[in-house]
């Protein structure tokens, strides 16, 4: 299901980059497309199964049975994710009119999926209640204080929405709140303690713990870094800035504790995902730095470093700890699937001035255009695939090692 939700915001990512060659259909608005590509990789992709596979996960973490209330608080955040696609597409943030009644069927959506992910969160405290608080178990408590934390953002969205106040720093701010919180806290870190269960030696590592104990000081305030500094008080800014630098040490600690682990145990999947991660974390630094964030904001870097993070590290870290849980089997053809993300993302580049201005052109955004249908592709693939040898795809959420695929 998290795969043909992949496709399904892919395929609308697609439509996104090929609308600024070729124009929209059906009256179909750029902003809105942008927000039902957005809200379903996050929310019906990557939230989803990065839940699965911690669930999946918590039995040899915990030494405890995983709850079978799990299964169907993902099939909510699965369903309620979709629910709010077409609202978002047609409609975006704006209200739906029929026969002359306005309904915010997009807001409400959304937050239905919040509800969702709280139920997540419930099942997960009494799952792991009392149990003893390992390096992955503090990274996910970590990441799920931090969904928590940036759905305030969400609903403080709604509520500057609602009341319709003029002065855009609140809009900016719960909406900078609610994605980069919940990108850098709950993705970053639930996905680090996926790594991190898959190797042991180096969870028991100080340099583990002193990278876990850096991100969490520093991510809450990360946030502000994507806000004009025209719009924050000097002091804010410094602020924001040293929290910037003490998350990005965090992670560079944590890619410290975790490479000498992952070459040991030959499992280079992981090497590029967090090559990405480490990608990410140099460019925090860098806008940590008020000039840093001038320079990256005139070489209009801010999709790539989104894509850096949710395609490079997200979405290939994902796969690689599916790979880890369950077997190669349930991603194949990831080898195709992992040059189609390369591809899409050196595609951006000639979109950005550190490309030489002599060598960009129109055919820059159309190349662009054209690589984001390789990811589409192979992950369609993937999924005829799976359908072909198992009859269907199920999450590994009732048995303690129920099989991803069957044998024909």
């Known amino acids: 299901m998290a795969l ?30 942008r927000h039902a590509h957005s809200h379903l990789m996050y929310f019906g992709w990557v939230t989803p199964a990065l839940m699965a596979l911690i669930a999946a996960r918590l039995p040899e973490v915990t030494g405890r049975k995983r709850l079978p209330a799990f299964r169907w608080v993902l099939l909510a955040v699965f ?23 306005s309904l915010p069927l997009s807001t409400i959506g959304a937050g239905l999926n919040v509800i969702a992910w709280y139920g997540f969160v419930i099942l997960y405290a009494r799952n792991t209640w009392r149990a003893p608080r390992n390096h992955p178990l503090r990274l996910w408590d970590a990441a799920l204080g931090f969904l ?24 900016m701010a719960s909406t900078h709140l609610f994605l980069d919180l919940f990108a850098d806290g709950w993705f970053l870190l639930g996905l680090l303690g996926l790594v991190f269960v898959a190797h042991p030696p180096a969870a028991r590592s100080r340099t583990a713990h002193w990278g876990e104990t850096l991100l969490v000081i520093g991510l809450p305030l990360t946030f502000l870094l994507n806000l004009p500094a025209s719009a924050m008080p000097g002091a804010v800014r410094a602020l924001a800035g040293i929290a910037g630098v003490v998350a990005a040490t965090g992670i560079f600690a944590s890619l410290a504790a975790l490479l000498p682990a992952i070459w040991r145990r030959g499992n280079r999947a992981w090497l590029l995902p967090l090559s990405f991660l480490a990608l990410k974390a140099g460019a925090m630094f860098i806008i940590a730095f008020p000039e840093g964030a001038r320079w990256a904001g005139r070489m209009a870097l801010r999709i790539s470093y989104l894509h850096w993070l949710l395609l490079g590290f997200v979405t290939l870290g994902l796969m690689a700890a599916a790979a880890d849980r369950w077997g ?22 000639p979109l950005t001035p550190l490309w030489p201005s ?21 992950a369609i ?28």
């Open 4 to 33: 043909a939700c992949f496709v399904l915001a892919a395929s609308t990512g697609s439509l996104l980059r090929f609308g600024m060659v070729t124009g929209y259909p059906a009256g179909l608005q750029m902003a809105n497309i």
């Open 79 to 101: 369903t309620t994710a979709l629910l709010v696609y077409v609202p978002f597409l047609l409609y975006g943030y704006r209200p739906a009119t029929f026969g002359g009644i």
């Open 328 to 349: 190669r089997q349930v991603v194949p053809a990831r080898r195709w699937f992992v040059l189609s993300v390369l591809l899409l993302l050196a595609s951006l580049l």
């Open 148 to 171: 928590v934390l940036s759905s305030l953002g969400a609903w403080g969205a709604a509520v500057v929405s609602a009341l319709d106040l003029q002065d855009p720093f609140w809009a």
């Open 358 to 378: 002599a060598w960009r052109g129109a055919w820059a955004l159309t190349a662009a255009s054209w690589a984001t249908l390789g990811p589409v592709i192979v």
């Open 381 to 408: 693939l993937m999924l005829i695939r799976m359908i072909g040898k198992s009859g269907g795809w199920e999450l590994e959420i009732g048995k303690e090692r129920r099989r991803a695929i069957s044998n024909p």
